[in-house]
């Protein structure tokens, strides 16, 4: 299957069951925005419940906030995401259509690495078990002078980045007569920087003076809090402060789905320093965060660590952890060594003192920062493709399965009388009262006992109880597991105690 064809099946597949639905659609929908339906929800609270759980329950030196939305405009000014958050932007005069530079740049390369990746796998065929990809790559003439092109495209776009030289890179994109994809055209605009904050106006105040932003990232709300809960709380160093809340990005090329949104949620972490012990939290952080996503059970091969070489102005470390995504590895959490920037910055732009006062030295100083920073629809996006899975049964039948960590999983079991009459329905609805107290549990009794299986199949329920006759007798049930699909008898009385054991939160954080 094809990555496009994979995300295909995941996005309608979403929307067939309740996961995520096209914003506004009944107006044909709003380019990358979403709604999460029923079960979606269900899914994103289950994650945010895991994220905030070991970040802030599991930690004694980090608290959670929630900060507003709307902050005073000074803090975009501070942060750097009125002068820098940018991208390069270029028109086709002919279509009308408005690119990222730097991705048509990117396509470019993307379209001779393809080339690279053929000449490859022909050289496999031809030399079988002799073949030695390493050895083709570095001495086949046609693959080094295709590295070399792309050597040199990267070297000239950097360079013109770095220089701040927006000719440049429209001359870089001339050269490679890169045409519009919608047009076939070349005839393009200059190349624009363009801010992605969305900019509104406050209340009754018009012009300049007014104008507010939605925050790009939750990050600033923790930092502009920084003495307030360091004070309020009597924090100590080493502590961090957590958040989960919505970022708001003008992306101009919004795409794949939740992956790039223009509305979205982050889950980030700030941790407070003493300056020096930086690069000794930075590797804890990194290790803390990669085994967090292991025990999370998405299989460890679909994660990547990439150290980033060039750093922001403001990190001295940073690196992403990157999933196997259906449009292949990419960056789900990011981890970052801020330094004092943040901090220090808001001490120029706002006059107040942000420090930590140590009482063992009797010295004040800027805390540094050690980053977290996740996307919770990209989390999301993981975890829906991951267990998405189309089944051969034995016999020929066919089963589309989410296999959602149990844990996480929407609805953590079923209740389905076997059928509709001879006090089955009544029987089963007792088991519903008795289990819903404590899990999110769903009633079913419409259909044959096979097709509600399949139902909770394709919703990824761990587990499906159905009761039968016997039940009524012997007050046991059969319990029907989602992935191997195995049946148990157990008793009523134990079900509360069985379901908790298989399908509780709490099974992530004994791992
Ligand atoms: N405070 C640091 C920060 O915001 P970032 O790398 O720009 O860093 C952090 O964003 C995370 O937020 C990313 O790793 C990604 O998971 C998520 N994210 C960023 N832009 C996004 C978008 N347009 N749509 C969905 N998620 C996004």
Redesign the pocket.
Known sequence: MSAEDGLKKIISHAKEYGFVFPSSEIYDGLSAAYDYGQLGSELKNNLKQYWWTSMVRMNDNIVGIDAAIFMHPTTWKASGHVDAFNDPLIDNKDSKKRYRADVLIEEYIGKIEAKINKDVAKGKKKFGADFSEEVFRTTNPNILRRQNKIDEIKSKFKAAMGADDLDAVKALIEELEIACPISGSKNWTDVRQFNLMFKTELGAVSGDSGVVYLRP?T?QGIFVNYLNVQKSGRMKLPFGIAQIGK?F?N?II?RQF?????E?E?M?MQFFVKPGTQEEWYNHWKDARKNWHYSLGLGEESYRLHDHIKLAHYADAAC?IEFSFPMGFK????I?SRTDFDLKSHEDHSGKKLRFFDPETKESFVPYVV?T???L??LFLAVLSKAYTEEKLDGGAERIVLKIPPAIAPIKAAVLPLIKKDGLPEKAKEVLKQLRIKHNVQYDEKDAIGRRYRRQDAIGTPLCITIDHDSLNDNTVTVRERDGMTQERVLISDLDSYVDSNVGMHVLFSK
């Open positions: 990232e990050a970022a990005r992306e919004a939740i992956f790039r949104m223009r979205f982050q980030e992403d960056e789900l959490e990011g970052h980053e920073s996740i996307g629809d990209r």
